[in-house]
Each structure stands twice: as structure tokens, then as C-alpha cells.
């Protein structure tokens, strides 16, 4: 009897301490526009996902893969909103929630506060009028992400050119009413 007791004991510790023990896991992703055949990545960032532990290290990645779309499907429906998502808020690994970090409100170009209207909007039409296409009018632009990592980053299925995460795969942007707002005097980090 004295030996079930014991042993029930030892197995309850073991059990609660894989519950408190989470590991953590993260995949890398970019937001990403294509004109005219030619690809230009708009942001970087990571997506992290817990699970219960380093056996169930896809299930992590999996989790920090679904951040990410979170993040990115959100972004660009607000993609006219100068302010960072609530799906985009960075986490922290002392919880159990899947998270972003790495994309903040500044990486969309919006500088301090309310200034300009630099949203993700601006920076599809920037890159692409600017950088991919800077003399052309009309374009298509399809806009997208990618994730990378270990297993269970990537998305099972895939669209077009590649990306696993589409957005628009057809978004039209008028580049010489964009120049004509000025947009491409505008200067970005890391241009």
C-alpha cells in the first residue's frame, strides 16, 4: 500500500512539472509583394508557439504558424489603420498563448505617433510603385507571406508564386497617382 501511495506521488510530480515545463518553439515569416514578376519583402518577423514539450515540437510550430496568419490576415484587413492589430501583439513566452514579436508599429512605415499615412497599404503601393515598378502606371500586385522553419512552419497548402499565406492575389495599384502623392520621396528603413 505504502509503494501505490509513493509511486501515485512521484507520478503526480512528474505530470505537474510537464504541465509547468513548456517548450517554446518559433518559424519566421515575411510579408511579400510581387509586381511584374519581381519579389520584394515588405517585413520579417517571427511567430512563437508553445506546447507541451520537445516531443510535441511540431505542435509548437504549428501554433506559432497559426500567430502568424493571425497576425498577417489581420494586418492586411486593417491595412488602411495606421496602428498594429491586436492579432500583431507581441507576447511573451511566461504564457501559454501563441505570439508575434519582431513587427512593430514602426516596421510599417507609419514613423512616431499619427504622422503621415504610412500604413500597410502605403507600403504595398511604396515597394511597388517605387522600388519594383517606378515608371509604370497601373500594376497587379499579389500580396502575401511566407513562413519558414523546422517542420509544422510551413503551411500545408501553397498559392501561386509560392506564398503560404495569400492576401491579394490580384490588388491594383494606380503607381503614377502614388508618385504623384509623393510616396516614393519618402525614404524607409533599410532602403
Known sequence: MKRTITLAAVLSSFVAGDAAAREWRGCSAAIQIIADGKLSTLWQFEGRGSCRNRAHANDCRRAARDAIAHCVRAAWTE???????????????????????????????????????????????????????????????????????DAGCQSPATFQEGFDLPLEPAYQVDCQSVRDKGYCAVRTSGR
Open 79 to 149: 491595412r488602411w489603420s495606421r496602428k498594429l492589430p491586436g492579432q500583431c501583439a507581441p507576447g511573451s513566452e511566461s504564457g501559454s498563448r501563441p505570439f508575434v514579436k519582431g513587427i512593430l508599429d514602426t516596421d510599417f512605415g507609419r514613423g512616431r505617433g499619427s504622422e503621415g499615412d504610412q500604413d500597410f497599404k502605403w507600403a504595398v503601393e511604396h515597394a511597388a510603385c517605387c522600388w519594383l515598378h517606378p515608371t509604370g502606371g497601373r500594376i497587379q500586385v499579389m500580396v502575401g507571406a511566407d513562413t519558414s522553419g
